[in-house]
């Protein structure tokens, strides 16, 4: 049984257990445009929550995707590689980027549910 | 080593009267070929240390008509500004004077090695000390680094030079942050990071320009120096510049000038009179040297007298009746090998004797007066994002205009390349949305201005009609259509690479 | 003004159009203050006649190559470059046009550094190749802060055979970085122990080969080493016409290979413009600076190239910039491109072998000399001489005579103990009657 939860800043959450799917939304990849490369932290990296988690580039421009919780990196999505335009057209489904083992669950309840992320996107 | 290449792969051919194809020196050319007549060496007991190379290279040769038609193809498809109006913001493309060119080439000049005997090349050091003094008088400033290669290598000079006078006053540890202004160019804030320093951005007012009170909130015994570009990045003079160096000033830290607008400012106002510490001057920009596709350029820096002692190797220095190099224990060391760009300060110093000091004025004036003719004849079509007022050598418009069109500024910029121009700046500075960034400078006669305007308005009405479609489609008649710049960076090739089979 | 289009009468039409008085009205409208109008305490503008008379006199002060036998290397070399190369890159739309941001329009430009960038690759025996960097030795110091990114070190090892203004710059840019580099005594016979000096915590070697005292170098040990140690190799060249006869770093191992192009298309120049040469390994494409160009296709299929990787640039970064460099050395990689496309690989082998014939030629001639002694033993075109005596001095007195002995080491290296070591260089314009110049103006001084 899985939640996803988002931020602000346009990154998803789906977290089953201990364990979170994290990567960018939908609005997220449409602003970028056409994404190039991804550039995915090691596995076993340890994050702090806002710290730079992964790095976007379109053509024009590169964006740093920060950590909406603290974890431990325990996957990447290495298909992200070769087909970077994967994030374009499945964000929230293939074009995952990191799965990172929680270590701090509370700071899940700072984070927008479906509902409140779809309100914050009307006032954009 | 390269075979015929195979029938199927050869790129499409031909042309169409004078739009000419030209395929890959790679796909032509072969290695067994050559245009250049060698004599024979002479017999040797080869002394390469068994060091000699045994595998082919693979370099394709071209004999000379074979050579002379390959790059004049590749020329003809390329605009320049010889060819025309070439308005990009920022980059000020004026007349780039064929004088400047036979002066480099006098055997004086481009035949001297930077580390022959000093006392040999005494005409060299007096005519960098000339264009020194030149670029100082210009910019009333007391000391001058000519070694830097170009803008941003400039950057990195003024500010290591402040890096180097802040760890003498042992503030090394404390002084970490410059200010550098939302709309500054990126080289700014990279150079700062490079260095070691943390940018801090500085918000400018809705006018587009820094107010006093605003950036003095923000200065204080942390900050190393203040980066501010003026006129800005947007063509607007930074009317507190004095103010806000003065308060920098107090609190013991410097002020670097970005110099790329300098044409908006030369013989009309001086940098070192509203206290500036360290100016990259572009001597390609400014000083009319030629763009070449990218380079070289050259970026010598005036400094103040606080930081003259810290400017890197080499130092020019009057020894009795000579000149001389000091190469050694200079400054904050040395930038770059030998001297700098002395190809580039010979055409600098002869666009400077030919224009005189009224010359030069007269250029900055007429590059200011044309920026405003064009603003002016735009300004009730085309949306200005800090109001329409006086600018300086450049017009800022953004996008806003073309709102529910469906046209972007891109799409715009493609159209204008159809109507046989080069686009303006576009999507810089960052500050504005969908930036058009339009820098005539004083190189265009009025009619060529006139042209420029009724096309822009021509294209215009197009947009406001909604004809979004065709605008998508643009350019048709350049030599390519728009080009996938996702693909070249999803799998990049960066290279021919030989094919077997 | 000749190169003023704008006549008065325009001038007051456009001022009437903008709904201004006079120029200082709208300059101060835009200011805040007026322009200055008084004496700037410079010249009046000159005719071209005037212009030229006054460079000609400035030209004239100096001893050009063409008018003295010629013997100075160290970095910069006299090589023949043939009257296509200055022609063609005169041409309006190579000289006077832009960097290629929009594409369309810039094929041309485009098309001659995708080309120009194989050319690097092939020479150097490398996969890729960037657009240019301002010159071998800021090509030199980005190559050491790659290899930081890369390793995440922040600590180099500069051999002592590196060029001085080299190992000069990469050191200015890592003291103000807040890095470290350890730097080798000069190594003036190439018999330093670099490899005893590997560790893990280097980022990086640098190896020069020719290096600045005229050895080559075979740097594959030094490889294996840095393979060893999570080290890479950075191999440095300054003269690139040894590429056509000697092996190339990338066959010996070289994760990045940086030099200076300068020899090949372009002038001596007095020490600039130049081209930095910079190649490295298809993995290692993200973290290379500069610019760089790819092939693509247009929308009707066509084949095309555009700048290509732009997020690793600083006008995208910004602060997390692979580098500040905004820059390519556009017409000097332009004029390399087209000499090595004049000479191709068979007139550029021959080229190599002349210098080296030359080289090995002088030597034998120099070694019959008292108070002179050769110090190579594998050299390309460029060895250093110990001379009984000041190398300074002797090049001074010889100079006086017209004859461009070669560089003394003690101007590189002063205060180093080898003001007796003078390096010379011998390309295919070097004639018998300057080997006998310089080789009796030798035996008369010492």
Same mark, same amino acid.
């Given at each position: ?39 995915? &932290? ?25 950590? &909406? ?14 087909? &970077? ?5 499945? &964000? ?33 | ?55 082919? @290279? ?14 004049? /193809? ?30 480099? /080439? ?68 404390? $002084? ?32 587009? @320009? ?28 930074? $009317? ?93 060391? $040395? ?6 760009? =002395? ?73 204008? @390349? ?5 686009? =303006? ?31 822009? $308005? ?21 030599? /390519?259509? /728009? ?19 | ?11 007051? *039409?456009?001022?009437?159009? %903008? ?52 013997? +100075?290397?160290?970095? *910069? ?10 022609? +063609? ?41 960037? *657009? ?31 060029? !001085? ?65 999570? *080290? ?15 092996? !190339? ?39 290379? !600076? ?43 990689? +332009? ?38 002694? %050769? ?18 001095? %002797? ?52």
């Amino acid at each position: 049984m899985s939640t996803t939860y988002f931020t602000a800043d346009h990154e998803f959450l789906k977290v089953e257990g201990d364990i979170a799917v994290v990567g960018i939304t939908d609005y997220a990849q449409e602003q970028l445009g056409d994404i190039v490369f991804v550039e995915l &932290p090691s596995t076993g990296k340890a994050i702090e929550k806002g710290a730079t988690l992964a790095t976007v580039e379109s053509v024009k421009a590169a964006s740093e995707v920060y950590a &909406p919780v603290s974890g431990e990196v325990v996957e990447v999505n290495a298909a992200l590689e070769e087909a &970077p335009g994967t994030v374009n057209a499945d &964000p929230q489904g293939a074009g995952w980027f990191v799965k990172l083992r929680l270590t701090n669950k509370e700071e899940l309840a700072s984070l927008l549910d479906a509902c409140a992320y779809d309100a914050h996107l009307k006032t954009l | 080593m390269l075979d015929h290449v195979h029938e199927a792969q050869r790129p499409l051919a031909g042309g169409r009267a004078l739009d000419l194809e030209e395929p890959l020196l790679f796909e032509i050319g072969r290695t067994e070929v050559s245009g250049v007549d060698l004599d024979e060496p002479a017999p040797h007991a080869s002394q390469l240390g068994g060091l000699e190379r045994k595998m082919p @290279i693979g370099l394709p040769g071209l004999s000379e008509p074979e050579t002379m038609r390959h790059f004049v /193809r590749l020329s003809r498809l390329n605009y320049s500004i010889d060819a025309g109006l070439y308005p990009l913001g920022s980059c000020t493309m004026k007349h780039n004077p064929r004088l400047n060119e036979k002066m480099a /080439r006098l055997s004086g000049f481009a035949d001297i090695h930077p580390l022959q005997p000093q006392s040999t090349v005494q005409g060299a050091l007096e005519l960098m000390r000339q264009l020194a003094d030149w670029l100082l008088k210009l910019t009333n400033m007391e000391a001058i680094a000519l070694s830097p290669k170009a803008g941003a290598h400039g950057e990195s000079c003024g500010l290591m030079a402040i890096k180097a006078a802040i760890a003498a006053k042992g503030e090394g540890e404390t $002084r970490r942050t410059v200010l550098v202004p939302q709309s500054a160019h990126g080289t700014n804030p990279a150079s700062a990071a490079l260095l070691g320093f943390t940018a801090q951005p500085v918000p400018a007012g809705p006018d587009g @320009i820094l107010h006093f009170e605003d950036v003095e909130k923000l200065i204080g015994p942390h900050v190393a120096a203040i980066m501010l570009t003026n006129p800005n990045t947007c063509g607007l003079f930074e $009317r507190d510049a004095g103010r806000i160096a003065e308060a920098v000033h107090a609190a013991g830290g410097y002020f670097y000038c970005d110099g790329a607008n300098f044409n908006a400012l030369a013989g009309l106002t001086r940098p070192g009179d509203f206290g500036v510490d360290a100016m990259h001057l572009n001597l390609h920009k400014t000083f009319s040297t030629p763009h070449g596709g990218g380079g070289p350029g050259a970026g010598p820096v005036v400094l103040s007298r606080r930081l003259a002692p810290f400017a890197p190797a080499p130092a020019l220095v009057q020894d009795g009746a000579n000149l001389r190099l000091v190469e050694d224990g200079q400054g904050f060391g $040395r930038m770059t090998a030998f001297h700098g760009q =002395m190809g580039m300060f010979v055409r600098a110093l002869a666009y400077m004797l030919a224009h005189g000091g009224d010359g030069l004025r007269q250029a900055s004036s007429d590059a200011v007066l044309s920026a405003n003719y064009l603003r002016a004849a735009l300004s009730d079509l085309m949306t200005q994002p800090f109001g329409d007022r006086a600018c300086m050598h450049e017009a800022l418009f953004d996008e806003e205009w073309l709102s529910g069109t469906g046209v972007s500024t891109l799409d715009f910029a493609k159209a204008l @390349i159809d109507e046989g121009y080069h686009p =303006m700046t576009i999507y810089f500075p960052l500050v504005a949305h969908g930036a058009m960034l339009i820098e005539p400078t004083e190189s265009q006669p009025k009619a060529a201005l006139d042209a420029f305007v009724a096309t822009l $308005r021509r294209l215009g009405a197009r947009a406001l009609a909604k004809e979004a479609a065709a605008f998508r489609e643009a350019p048709l008649h350049a030599p /390519r259509r /728009r080009l996938d710049e996702t693909q070249a960076a999803r799998k990049p090739v960066l290279r021919w690479t030989h094919k077997a089979g | 003004m000749r190169y003023h289009p704008l006549t008065s009468a325009d001038r007051e *039409a456009m001022l009437a159009a %903008i709904g201004f008085a006079s120029f200082e009205d709208l300059f101060t409208e835009a200011t805040g203050t007026p322009p200055l109008t008084g004496d700037l305490g410079l010249p009046p503008g000159k005719s071209e006649v005037e212009v030229e008379r006054h460079l000609l006199r400035l030209a004239e002060n100096n001893l050009s190559a063409s008018r003295a036998p010629f013997f +100075l290397g160290a970095g *910069a070399y006299r090589h023949h470059i043939p009257a296509s190369v200055d022609h +063609l890159i005169q041409r309006s739309e190579f000289l006077t046009s832009y960097t290629p941001y929009q594409p369309e329009i810039s094929q041309g430009t485009l098309q001659h550094l995708f080309e120009f960038q194989t050319q690097v690759a092939l020479l150097t025996g490398m996969e890729i190749a960037n *657009a240019s960097m301002y010159d071998g030795s800021t090509a030199c110091a980005e190559a050491m802060l790659m290899a930081h990114r890369l390793t995440k070190r922040r600590k180099a090892l500069l051999s002592g055979g590196l060029h !001085p203004h080299y190992a000069k710059v990469a050191g200015t840019v890592a003291r103000m970085a807040g890095d470290e580099i350890m730097l080798a005594p000069p190594d003036v016979t190439a018999s330093e122990d670099l490899i005893g000096k590997i560790d893990d915590s280097l980022s990086c070697v640098i190896v020069q080969t020719p290096d600045f005292f005229g050895n080559l170098r075979d740097l594959s040990g030094i490889a294996e080493a840095c393979r060893r140690h999570g *080290a890479l190799l950075v191999a440095v060249f300054t003269e690139a016409v040894s590429l056509g006869l000697v092996t !190339p770093p990338g066959e010996m191992g070289a994760d990045i290979v940086v030099g200076e192009g300068q020899s090949i298309g372009n002038a001596l120049n007095f020490g600039g413009p130049y081209v930095g040469l910079f190649a490295t390994r298809e993995k290692y494409m993200r973290q290379m !600076p500069g610019r760089l160009c790819g092939e693509t296709q247009d929308l009707d299929g066509r084949r095309g190239f555009v700048l290509t990787l732009a997020t690793r640039e600083q006008h995208i970064r910004r602060d997390k910039a692979t580098s500040n460099i905004c820059t390519n050395s556009g017409l000097c990689a +332009l004029a390399f491109s087209i000499h090595l496309t004049l000479l191709g690989e068979v007139g550029l082998r021959k080229l190599a072998r002349v210098n080296h014939a030359n080289a090995v030629l002088l030597k034998e001639r120099l070694a019959e000399l008292d108070g002179v002694e %050769i110090l190579n033993k594998a050299f390309f075109n460029e060895f250093t001489l110990r001379l009984k005596g000041d190398a300074a001095r %002797i090049v001074e007195a010889l100079a006086r005579r017209g004859v461009l002995a070669g560089v003394p080491v003690s101007r590189l290296l002063p205060g180093a103990g080898l003001d007796d070591l003078l390096l010379v260089a011998i390309t295919e314009l070097n004639t018998d009657d300057d080997r006998t110049a310089l080789v009796t103006g030798l035996k008369e001084i010492i």
